[in-house]
T-cell receptor
Framework: NAGVTQTPKFRVLKTGQSMTLLCAQDMNHEYMYWYRQDPGMGLRLIHYSVGEGTTAKGEVPDGYNVSRLKKQNFLLGLESAAPSQTSVYFC???????????????FGAGSRLTVL | EDQVTQSPEALRLQEGESSSLNCSYTVSGLRGLFWYRQDPGKGPEFLFTLYSAGEEKEKERLKATLTKKESFLHITAPKPEDSATYLCAVQAPWEGYQKVTFGTGTKLQVIP
């Protein structure tokens, strides 16, 4: 059982380049999320999805776009990378609230992105 | 705005030396409080959910408690393998959704 798988694990970009982070889950979870983790800031929600074909903005959505074309996949895109986007990105998934009553998140291992 | 503050930022214990980690929170309409463990280079791993003041949950050497303003993670007779960063998070209503807000964590080091 793989859980939540993120690719790539590491990436170095130059300012202005674009890239996509891929997240896949095999637990049939309805909800999926993208967080970024920075020293002293904690995990911050970028975008989330409550089901296939739906996405919504989190706390820090600027500079990012997402898509959820299939239930098991959630993609995070950076159209024009900036040094401020250097961070560790975590994808997570959970059951819907009416199934569990609580957002217990299962996280991937993270993707470390450096923007030069 | 929901806030989660964890203290101390870092804690160094001798093996077998019990202690507690603190999580203070300010939130409107708490739906749940979570504790996660994060090892270096990995994603957070779920430990506990607490829903109401007075509730307690235990797992091996860890015990989580909840009051109306804070939660404690008690570690009894820790071992080196308990070394990790422990994250606290709260779930509350936010713009038609229920958001999970994380604290910055307590980095625990247990020395043999």
């Amino acid at each position: 059982n793989a859980g939540v798988t993120q690719t790539p694990k590491f990436r170095v970009l130059k300012t202005g380049q674009s890239m996509t982070l891929l997240c896949a889950q095999d637990m049939n979870h309805e909800y999926m999320y993208w967080y970024r983790q920075d020293p002293g800031m904690g995990l911050r929600l970028i975008h989330y999805s409550v089901g296939e074909g739906t996405t919504a903005k989190g706390e820090v959505p600027d500079g990012y776009n997402v898509s959820r074309l299939k239930k098991q996949n959630f993609l995070l895109g950076l159209e024009s990378a900036a040094p401020s986007q250097t961070s560790v990105y975590f994808c997570a998934s959970s059951y819907s609230l009416w199934e569990s009553g609580a957002n217990v998140l299962t996280f991937g291992a993270g993707s470390r992105l450096t923007v030069l | 705005e929901d806030q989660v503050t964890q203290s101390p930022e870092a804690l160094r214990l001798q093996e077998g030396e019990s202690s507690s980690l603190n999580c203070s929170y300010t939130v409107s309409g708490l739906r749940g409080l979570f504790w996660y463990r994060q090892d270096p280079g990995k994603g957070p791993e779920f430990l506990f959910t607490l829903y109401s003041a007075g509730e307690e949950k235990e797992k091996e050497r860890l015990k989580a408690t909840l009051t109306k303003k804070e939660s404690f993670l008690h570690i009894t007779a820790p071992k080196p393998e308990d070394s990790a960063t422990y994250l606290c998070a709260v779930q509350a209503p936010w713009e038609g959704y229920q958001k999970v807000t994380f604290g910055t964590g307590t980095k625990l080091q247990v020395i043999p």
